[in-house]
Nanobody
Framework: QVQLVESGGGLVQPGGSVRLSCLAS??????????MSWVRQAPGKGLEWIAS????????KYIRFVEGRFTISRDNAKNTLYLQMNNLELDDTATYFC???WGKGGTRGPGTRVTVSE
């Protein structure tokens, strides 16, 4: 079973940037053979899919309102998934989770909180 641990969250000003990381591990889990995703949950709201990336990193897809601002990437040699977030907005405040697979339904880590505030 996969284990996912996110890191890199914190407090950032509007317009700022943050890079999130997600380290994957687990007996029998081959990171390099699995699509991965980022999802988020804002305070008082439901889980929202943000982006997904194929196993080889060749194809990605984003929810419309983060296109051009967020970039999902991976390093299969390090079993690590990334989310580079630029030009952050107040509405990006949320707990961010990496998830196994394509979409928001897979196993998630405990999350890392990103707060965008003046």
């Amino acid at each position: 079973q996969v284990q996912l641990v996110e890191s890199g969250g914190g407090l950032v000003q509007p317009g700022g940037s943050v890079r999130l990381s997600c380290l994957a591990s687990g007996f029998g889990f081959e990171f390099s053979q699995n699509a991965m995703s980022w999802v988020r949950q804002a305070p008082g709201k439901g889980l929202e899919w943000i982006a997904s990336l194929t196993a080889d990193g060749s194809y990605s897809k984003y929810i419309r309102f983060v296109e051009g601002r967020f970039t999902i990437s991976r390093d299969n040699a390090k079993n690590t998934l990334y989310l580079q977030m630029n030009n952050l907005e107040l509405d990006d405040t949320a707990t961010y989770f990496c998830a196994e697979g394509w979409g928001k339904g897979g196993t998630r880590g405990p999350g890392t909180r990103v707060t965008v505030s003046e």
